[in-house]
Structure formats: structure tokens, C-alpha cells
């Protein structure tokens, strides 16, 4: 764009198709009790629809990677947009549970193309990795900010259809201005074919490298612990603390508020310390804020444990740049997807865990759930660190 820098043009380009992505995927969490009204389902069921949505989200991120690597990272940023307007407009208009689910996959394979090209992208772009995932990554927080409250008073006035649909009309605008905005550079591999570089060997020796698996396995459990909380917090705060749909709205805007502030911070903070002492600060804080959320009295309980966990749920600027740490610049664009595909896959089962928790054992038991996996992370990471130390 005329007057900015290549790398603000990237930065800005990539952060904004990252709000876009992300506004889609968010709006649906505030209507969820008006969703599984319409269609007479469970907690459960609208839980396997949102593990729907983040599971096809996981999955497309290693083809992204391959795909940015052989036809240039701003071609697949260009689809991924496109493609979440497509499928936030088929989510909406949605007959029966069964297509709700179908589309949900649609929309979430779509979004997913975006992230890990668009990181590789800033890691070709920019030296301090940290802070830029950091600030890129704070385009969820800020579409948490906005998407929750809107979709929740959109959908108190006029239904949770046209609800769903604000991410098509958050996506239809940020896909023209990546296409009018957006550098891109020349592909890493354009002559390779995709399946010439997909060797069973090769990515297993990637992912068995004891410093990325260790990283692998706490980034499982910290999207696990996200992706529940993004799935059912606006429906924990109306169903076990009685908020209003829209008072539940603005407790999840300001959970995205602090984690808007979080993520540059913890990026900074990982640029700074190190990667697992930051992601140890996060856990910290994580406990402590689930916790709160159940136990706590009174409105300011809930304050503190909305800043708190928002917080702890910022520990992806801690834990992503230590992947590339150990990657070499030929291995970013496909090893990054592999990786992100691996641990999003497993924590996606966080919407369809803590609905099951919820509907066996009641919403206080699922999210106390949450704090003891944040806990076990926490004991994993000071262990590893005493085993360097001794």
C-alpha cells in the first residue's frame, strides 16, 4: 500500500484475514443456546458441530503450509478469506442440525488455510518472530472484542441466523483489502510437487525432535483448554452464573480484550525470558482465573478471573516461535503447518469434552477441569526446566 512499509503492509494484511477467520468462527459461541433450541439438541451435539469448526480448522493447516510453499503464502491468505465468507453464508442458512454440522466443517477447513501461511509469511518478513506472531495473533483478541457482543445483540433482535452470518460480512471487505494490500513473495517451492514432499519418514522425524514434541504435547492441552473456553464461556456464564446472553457477551469481549493485550505482551515476554518461562506465566495465571470463574463470589471475581484467564489463553506467542526455533528455513512453510495440523487436531476436542463434562457433571466441574489441565501443564514445564538445570 502507498506510504507503508512492506513489513506494516504484511503485518497489517495478515492480522486483518486473521480477524476475519476469526470473527466467523466467534460469532457462533453467543447464540449457542438459541442454535440448540432450534434444533432440539444437546450441549453435546452443539459441542461436535464446534469441535466440527475447529477439527477441519487443525486439519487444514498442514496443506496451507504446502500450498503457501508451492503457489506463494498471499494466493492461499486470498482463498482462506473467500472461503470463510462462503461458508459463514451456508452456516446461517442452515436447514437441520445435520447441514449445521456439514457447513460448520466447510467453514472452519476454509479459515484454517490462513494461519501458518500467513506466520511464515512474518517469520520471512521479520527478525523479532515473537512480537510479530504477537501482534498478528491479536487479531482474535480483537475480533473477541467485537464479534461476541455484536452477534449477541444481533441475535437477540433478529435470530441467531443473521448472527452467524456477520462473519460473511466481516469477511467480504478484509478479503478486498488483502488483495489490494497484501505483499506477497515468491514461493518457497514452486517447482516441487506437494506429494513429493510428503514422506511419512520425514514428518515423523520433524515431529520427534524431543524439542518440538515436548512443545506439541503442551500445545495440545493449552488449545484443548482454549477452544473449550472459546466454545462455552458465553454459555457457562448464562447458564451457571444466570448472566443475560448479552451481560455473557461482554464478559467474553473483555476475555478477548485481555488476551489482546496478552499476546504481544507474551510474544515480547518469550523474545525476552524464554519460551517456556513465558508459557510457565501463562499457566500461572490460567489456574488461577478457571478457578476464580467457578469459586469466585461476586462481579469482581468474575473481572479478575475474565483478565486472568485471558491471560493464560495468550500462550500461543509463547509456545509458536519455538516451533520455527527448531525448524530450518526450508522446513518453516511444511513443518509449521504439520505442527499446528497436530496440536489443533487433538485440542479441538476441547468443544466436545467440556460439553460432555457439562451435561454429565455440570458446568462448575467442567471449567475446575479446565485449571487442573492448565495445572498439569504448569508441573510438566517446571520439571522439564529443574531436569536442565540439574
Known amino acids: 500500500m502507498v506510504g507503508w512499509s512492506r513489513e506494516r503492509s504484511v503485518l497489517a494484511g495478515c492480522t486483518l484475514a486473521f480477524f476475519a477467520t476469526m470473527v466467523a468462527r ?91 501461511v500467513a506466520t511464515t509469511l512474518l517469520s520471512r518478513d521479520f527478525d523479532n518472530t515473537g512480537t510479530a506472531i504477537g501482534i498478528h495473533s491479536a487479531g482474535a483478541p480483537v475480533a473477541g472484542l467485537l464479534a461476541p457482543v455484536t452477534a449477541a445483540v444481533v441475535g437477540s433482535v433478529f435470530g441467531w441466523r443473521y448472527a452467524v452470518a456477520l462473519g460473511a460480512v466481516v469477511a467480504l471487505p478484509a478479503l478486498a483489502f488483502v488483495a489490494l494490500g497484501l505483499p ?31 512443545t506439541l504435547l503442551v500445545s495440545v492441552l493449552g488449545a484443548f483448554v482454549w477452544q473449550g473456553t472459546a466454545s462455552f464461556l458465553p454459555t457457562f456464564l448464562i447458564e451457571h452464573r444466570e448472566y443475560s446472553e448479552q451481560a ?17 505482551l507474551m510474544g515480547w515476554l518469550s523474545d525476552e525470558i524464554g519460551r517456556d518461562t513465558a508459557m510457565g506465566v501463562c499457566m500461572v495465571a490460567g489456574v488461577a482465573g478457571y478457578a476464580l470463574f467457578v469459586l469466585g463470589p461476586d462481579l469482581a471475581s468474575v473481572a479478575a478471573a475474565t483478565g486472568l484467564v485471558g491471560i493464560a489463553m495468550s500462550w500461543g506467542a509463547t509456545m509458536l516461535p519455538k516451533f520455527l526455533d527448531h525448524m530450518s528455513v526450508e522446513e518453516e512453510g511444511m513443518g509449521f503447518g504439520l505442527v499446528r495440523t497436530t496440536y489443533m487436531m487433538f485440542g479441538s476436542s476441547g468443544s466436545v469434552g467440556v460439553g460432555i463434562i457439562a451435561d454429565v457433571a455440570g458446568w462448575p466441574a467442567a471449567f475446575l477441569a479446565l485449571s487442573g489441565i492448565l495445572a498439569l501443564v504448569l508441573v510438566g514445564l517446571t520439571g522439564a526446566a529443574l531436569r536442565r538445570r540439574l
Open 248 to 264: 455473557a457477551g461482554a464478559v467474553f469481549s473483555a476475555y478477548f480484550v485481555a488476551q489482546g493485550v496478552g499476546q504481544p
Open 26 to 116: 466467534l460469532v457462533i459461541s453467543p447464540v449457542v443456546p438459541a442454535i440448540s433450541a432450534a434444533f432440539s439438541v444437546s450441549n453435546s451435539l452443539i459441542g461436535l458441530s464446534l469441535t466440527g469448526v475447529w477439527f477441519a480448522y487443525a486439519l487444514a493447516q498442514f496443506p496451507s503450509g504446502l500450498l503457501g510453499d508451492r503457489f506463494g503464502e498471499r494466493a492461499v491468505i486470498l482463498v482462506a478469506v473467500g472461503g470463510t465468507a462462503v461458508g459463514s453464508l451456508l452456516l446461517a442458512l442452515s436447514p437441520v442440525y445435520a447441514a449445521f454440522l456439514a457447513f460448520a466443517l466447510v467453514l472452519g477447513g476454509a479459515a484454517g488455510l490462513h494461519y501458518s
Open 184 to 214: 506477497g513473495r515468491e514461493p518457497q517451492r514452486p517447482e516441487q510437487s506437494i506429494r513429493g514432499r510428503v514422506r511419512p519418514g520425514t514428518l515423523l522425524e520433524l515431529l520427534s525432535r524431543p524439542p518440538i514434541a515436548g
